[in-house]
């Protein structure tokens, strides 16, 4: 028996230029290097397996599993370790892989990931809320507007139609909106809610027309070709709605 476990012991024992180094957990979690015959003693009294296991959690469709590393390794590999498989085929994650140097890191470090996990699947679950509030046009415009023009506008899906909340008003207060609708080349801006009423006193078409509007049919619009041109497009619309807001609540003062 004594000469077998000498015998385990010859071959836990590496060239010197290897750098390998034997570590063990004490009872009270310390991470300890030791000699190779202590090392064989260690492994031959515990259940190693078991007790490497710093946590083991299942979230959002994922293992994560922090270990410390049983086996004699390099100096400079640290010794515990964080990684995640997908279930159910424990296919390993590597982004998520990270290495630590105590027990006290690795079991932050696997908290840490348990929430990094659960952040990405909120984010994940986020996105296709969004995704399905903002089909079609409406993800179109919502995506140009958030590039070009962050935070001025915010755009909402009703129908088949991108409405787009502007910051302006109108002399009455009431907020100014632009709808977005898909035409056959292109794109087609209008104030949304318009009265028909409204543009009956405009006189100056063709100043309008210079900045991008019409006003057939009692509603002012802007074409644009494609979805490049909506933020451009945007904005001569909105200069030609101020220019006819402006010019019917003068000519109603009068």
């Known amino acids: 028996m004594l000469n077998r476990f000498r015998d385990f012991v010859k071959r836990l024992e590496l060239p010197q230029e290897e750098e390998v180094v034997y ?4 009872n009270d979690l310390n991470t300890i290097e ?9 492994r031959t009294q515990n259940d190693v397996t078991r007790r490497a296991v710093v946590g083991q959690d ?6 994560v599993r922090t270990t410390f590393s049983i086996m004699p390794e390099n100096r400079a590999y640290k010794p515990y370790g964080t990684s995640v498989y997908a279930l159910p085929l424990y296919d390993p994650q590597l982004e998520y892989f990270q290495r630590y140097d105590t027990w006290a890191e690795a079991e932050n470090g696997h908290r840490h990931t ?16 969004i995704s399905r509030a903002f089909a079609g046009t409406a993800a179109d415009v919502r995506e140009t507007l958030s590039s070009q023009l962050p935070d001025l506008f915010s755009v909402r899906r009703t129908d088949d139609l991108a409405v787009i909340h502007t910051p302006l008003t109108r002399p009455d207060g009431s ?3 632009v709808a977005v609708a898909t035409i056959e080349n292109g794109f087609e801006l209008s104030e949304y809610g318009l009265a028909q009423s ?13 900045l991008g509007g019409t006003s057939g049919d009692g509603q002012l619009t802007c074409r644009v070709d494609d979805v490049s041109q909506l933020s451009l497009g945007l904005l001569r619309l909105l200069q030609a ?11 109603d003062s009068d």
């Not at 030791?34 to 090392?39: D, E, K, L, S």
């Not at 299942?58 to 293992?63: C, K, L, R, S």
């Open 23 to 26: 570590r063990i957990i004490d």
């Open 34 to 42: 030791v000699t190779a015959a202590q090392y064989a003693i260690w």
């Open 58 to 63: 299942i979230v959002e469709e994922a293992m």
């Open 114 to 129: 348990l929430e990094l996990i659960r952040q990405k699947a909120d984010e994940a679950r986020a996105d296709e809320e």
């Open 175 to 177: 907020e100014i909106e």
């Open 198 to 210: 409204r543009l009956e006193t405009l006189q100056d078409g063709a100043l309008l027309e210079a």
């Open 241 to 251: 709605i101020s220019i006819v807001t402006y010019t019917t609540s003068g000519n």
